[in-house]
């Protein structure tokens, strides 16, 4: 080889080598250039490019640093580096919708985030650092981000009593119990009414087999003018308690023998007086009569009815009792009456109370239930069925305890099963991976599988036993909110003891106000300490708030006192001996701390104060904006033409003082009177005295509140 | 042959390399985007919803509690309160009296009373019953719903920026 061939050659190495060193210096240089690129990286230079669009800068920059953040919190389990991205957090100055993610700042919240960090509530992984592992499900963690109009769970993850701020997961948690989905499910916190469905005992003495045929196939009972089936209501947005089961026609004539043969307490007709049958049974007044005792009776504060007016039909009345638009067509009449002088002697959990009916009364309303409240193409659908087997009878018992009935329905010897459903007490950290899908399209995650299984449990399971329940849009994401948020026991012991423990409410009176409260079932409407409905005012401290005497009144005539609201309560009928052992009870028991006999002076209303504190009501703090007196003011607030009479002093100085002290959540703001200003509105309150008799107002009411009918009587 | 390989090996190296660059990018499910946290139909047009964020929706809450009565033309109870009174209340909705007035206006009056701020004393003060935070929802809640549209102004507004 030639010198020059030789330089030739290593003429071309050096070529080679310096490609070579170019490739390795290239392949060199690819992991700083990934690094610098990594998704965090690029989210942070963006947000100082941001930053530096704003007015604040400085203040945006102030604690940047170009590496990762995190919130660590070792004894809660979080390691959120979710700051590293989503740096303006803590930046009041970046809320608002027109600032873009991720830089956006917190809403505000009671829970600081240095102290929470993020997935404590929003769930996905903490830990992560790029976007699509910290928000979506991956094969290694299957817990992603919970959608914002489901976060409300998380509240209810410690938060195990109802909280004003989330409507939506206290709507959810009432109505898995109004629902009693606790009969089949173990849902911890979620009270079991005494009242589930109906005792089945004697049904056979209550309706015909046929009834029970057509209940089982479709327990919705008003249908549209197309035919169709509807939701039991239009206006109403009320889930039906009793759902749909998937029956086979045998099933359904199996289960319907069964129930019909039901008559452990036969019924015995009641035997109207003589002297009332014989002026009311010809009488062409009669069932017209009876309309006006039914509405008189204020029966839709607790019942609808659909009424048809201009091609719409609707349900009026309240959702408390069963609807009632086709009863005379269900109910056997002589079961009728004897419900009606007693319902707890049929069903000892009823929420009915037991009203004091005359002769002349009853044989009125339930005449006109019978003959006006009917539809005679009810039963139309339904095959003759004809007498009972006992082989129907025998399969119709085994598929009551097979389909779940004795989880609501109690019979005379048969009892519920134990844990007949699933455990949903962790069901709100699931993994995809752990439920089952089925064939069913939908995507794989919780929040999808919950919401199928609630609209339809065949959907992904069709062998399920659950039945199907139909909810509007709103309940069924209030449900799904509730059940998100049952999480399991905390993780660690530091999770544990931020629980917030739910309060047990608990009210059982004894003796003779127990009875009567029992009789006239009082919390079936009124709050006390924490037990009982929300339709009517709270009682829990009436007796430092109304007079003895006025009480007493009330309860023998009741009648509206706030003039926004149609009066519901009911007229009882009461006995002198009743309304007083209820008033003796209230103004002894139901005392307020706060609302004080002994700190009142009545001598110190002089004539002067009266006339001070009348100007103070209608000039300086212009009262009436939101009060009535003498049928001129607002109608906001309750009506003080009888404040005299209603309201004590002391509860009237203390209210004054402090409205929510006494009544959480009640719309009177808190003002800044002085003593001396409480004073003189009391001893002015105290002077406004009209008799007891009915009210005028006013104000045309519109027709369409939910329970026009009774309000013509109401007034 | 053997230089052709030679030639081919660096891109043959740095196929791969590149490779690793790749990000894999998924998109991200509509169910992660944050949806809105609730809803309130627009006031003068019910088929129109008008997303909610969390804020605006603690307003919403405190609005149905503590002011429907008489700042909207209906009630949860039916009939509203604002006909009742003299001067008529404004509608929370209405833009074109609300949009004019800073935040901190609305804050002040709703905090110390109609009175405080020269206005109807019918407007009660709400300062010892809501909180600050409350009653800041609240205006949000206004600002979301408002007809016409609220502008926020278009800077932060400061004590040094020119007037």
Redesign the interface.
Known sequence: MSAEEMGRVSDRMRRVLAVFTLIFLGVLAISPIKDFRREWKQYKRSYVKYAQTRPDTKKLLADYRPDIDQVWIPGMNVVDRCTTCHQGIMQPSLSGSSVPQPYRAHPPIPHNVRDWGCTICHRGQGAATEVAEAHESTLAWEQPILPAKFIQASCGTCHYSDLPQTPQLTRGRQLLSELNCQGCHKLPGIERSAMLGPDLTSVGTKVSREWIYKWLKEPRTIVDKDGNTVVNGYETEDEPRMPKFRLEETQLRALSAYLSVQRAHPITPYKFDPRVLAAWSKNPELVSQGELRFKQMFCSTCHSLAVTRAGETKLIGGDIGPELTKVGSKVNPDWLVAWLRDPQGYLPHTRMSRYGWSDEDLYKVTQYIATKLTDSDLLTTVPQLGAPTEQEIDLGKRLFQEKGCASCHSIGGLNPQKDFGPDLSALGAKNASELEFGKSAIPHNLVAYVQAKLQDPASVNPAARMPQYSWNQADLDAVTTALLSMKGAPATGALQNLVVPKKEAAFHPAGSFGEVYERYKCYTCHKFNGVGGDLAPDLTYEGSRAQRQWIVDFLKNPQTLRPTLVLRMPQFNMSDKDASILADYMSVALQHPDANPASTDAKGFTSARVALGKQLYEVKYQCQACHTIGGTGGYVGPNLNNAGNWLTPAWIEAWLRDPQALVPGTIEPRRQFTDEEIKSLTAYLLTLRAGIKPQKSAVARPSSSSSASAAGAGR | MKRQF?RAL?IL??LP??Q??R????P??A??Q?????SEADWSDSQKLVPL???ET?GK?VFY??CV??HADA?P???S?RS??TPVPTLLNDGSVLNAQSDEYLQNIITLGGSAMGK???????G??LTP?EI??VIAFTRAIAQPPYQ?PA??G?QY?PK
């Open positions: 030679i660096p190296l740095i390399a590149l690793g660059c990000k894999s990018q998924a991200i499910a169910t992660v944050a949806a809105s946290y609730d964020g969390y804020q603690q809450r509690q503590y009565w008489c009630s109870a039916g009939p309160n009742n009174l109807s004393a019918m407007m009660p003060p709400y010892k019953t935070d800041r929802s926020p800077r932060p400061s920026s």
